[in-house]
């Protein structure tokens, strides 16, 4: 690490207000493991190379340049920021399109949502390869579910960040979606309590679209140590453009059930069931009230209904074949469960325990339970808490045997390894995208 990095600078320049949030973060997670599977994504305005580069002073005098761009972490589940330096600017420089990216080792992230990765990323879309075409499929449906309909968050550096580091300020930039009402060069957006707030329509922007990304940009600058001066700006950029270059492969009612299980997520927290979203009963009707509001906004004739008829819809139309991927699951108690990322990576490792923790585990609320409480003895819910090796060893034992009578399934030692290690993470991206 650089003697004055971005990470320094970002803290300098934050008034204290904006200090207590970052340290907030910084407290429950001290450092936040990236992790190596990446989704890069095209946003108008916001993404471009003429447009990320910033100048930060290192080392006293000298100005030193880091480019940001953000970046779709698979293991936060959330958008972060992508430090990165000028020996990739041709990688990271050209025309962003959608693409997943692996790199060799995890990234290393930063409270205030800043990445960084040493070495070049291997584009895994650039392969033609069958299964690297499904990886961006997958990748690109968990972006799509990372936003929600817009909100205020009580924390700035919580859920989707995007961060240009400045001299003197910050500029951040929260990325979410909605669904937009345009009406004679005049449009309204619905938030995430479903009320509807007006916005400034730019003339560039496709009008005939039903939902789009609304970006919040806010820009702080420090005054003094106990004053910033706060700026707001929303604008509406288009979920995708006509020319294909942006992520355009889900129906309208697909979108619109992933925004509204988003919102639900952020807004609801079960510390002993932490994987639950809500019942599927909750979700039809938030669903049925957004069928509603759309009609009457648009005055329309004809029906509008985009809930769902059964249950087993929110699997089907999140799943892929490859691997028995599915992204939701509802359980034996109509409790909607997310399947986050960190769990999804195991199908590729080893699908037979994938789908015996999917079958066995989130879809069965009681066993549920029973594996997270199982997994709260390795202090899941507290990262300062250290264990000795030895009483590491012991503990690992136990829970491979309890949860092994669970899966009715003998897991290996590295097995049980890999899946606490996962569920911790599972439990950090909870924290850090709470609203």
């Keep these: 690490m650089n003697d004055y990095d971005h990470e320094t600078h970002l803290i300098a320049i934050l008034c204290d207000k904006y200090k207590e949030q970052y340290y907030e973060i910084k407290d429950k997670i001290n450092h936040i493991d990236g992790g190596n599977i990446v989704y890069f994504f095209n946003i108008k305005d916001i993404v471009g190379p003429n447009i990320i580069k910033r100048i930060f002073p290192w080392k006293g005098n000298v100005f030193n340049t880091g480019m940001f761009i953000p970046i779709y972490d698979s293991r936060q589940d959330r958008i972060v920021t992508l430090k990165y330096w000028g020996k990739f600017k041709d990688f990271y420089q050209q025309e962003v399109s959608n ?164 919102t639900m997520y952020i807004t609801r927290f079960d510390k002993d069931d932490f994987l639950k979203i809500g019942s599927f009963q909750e979700l039809n009707n938030y669903m049925k009230r957004i069928s509603e509001l759309i009609q009457k906004r648009n005055n329309s004739l004809i029906k509008i209904n985009f809930y769902l008829a059964d249950k087993e819809d929110i699997e089907d139309i999140f799943s892929f074949n490859h691997h028995n991927i599915k992204i939701f699951v509802v359980d034996n108690k109509d409790n909607i469960v997310f399947i986050g990322p960190e769990i999804t990576n195991i199908a590729f490792e080893d699908e037979q325990l994938y789908n015996l923790l999917i079958d066995k585990i989130f879809k069965n609320d009681s066993n549920r339970k029973k594996f997270l409480q199982i997994l709260s003895q390795f202090s899941l819910h507290n990262d300062k808490f250290k264990l000795g090796v030895e009483v590491k060893n012991q503990l690992t034992l136990k829970i491979k045997d309890q949860l092994s009578k669970i899966l009715n399934y003998n897991l290996g030692y590295e097995e049980i390894g890999k899946i606490i290690n996962k569920m911790k993470n599972m439990y950090k991206s909870r924290l850090l995208n709470m609203r």
């Design 99 to 262: 693409k997943v990216v692996k790199y060799y080792k995890s990234l290393y992230c930063y409270p205030s949502g800043i990445c960084e990765y040493e070495n070049k990323g291997k584009v895994l879309d650039d392969m033609k390869n069958e299964e690297e075409r499904i990886l961006t499929e997958i990748y690109g449906t968990y972006w799509v579910s990372s936003l929600s309909l817009p909100y205020n968050e009580s924390n700035i550096f919580r859920g989707n960040i995007y961060i240009y580091v400045g001299n003197e300020f910050l500029s951040i930039f929260k990325i979410y979606h909605t669904f937009v009402n345009i009406h004679n060069d005049e449009a309204e957006y619905l938030d995430a309590n479903l009320n509807f707030n007006k916005i400034k329509l730019y003339d560039n922007i496709d009008k005939d679209l039903i939902t789009y990304l609304l970006i919040k940009k806010i820009t702080i600058e420090k005054l003094s140590n106990n004053k910033c001066k706060i700026n707001y700006e929303y604008f509406l950029t288009e979920y995708y453009n006509r020319s294909g270059r942006y992520y355009n492969k889900m129906d309208i009612k697909s979108r619109f059930v992933l925004m509204v299980l988003r």
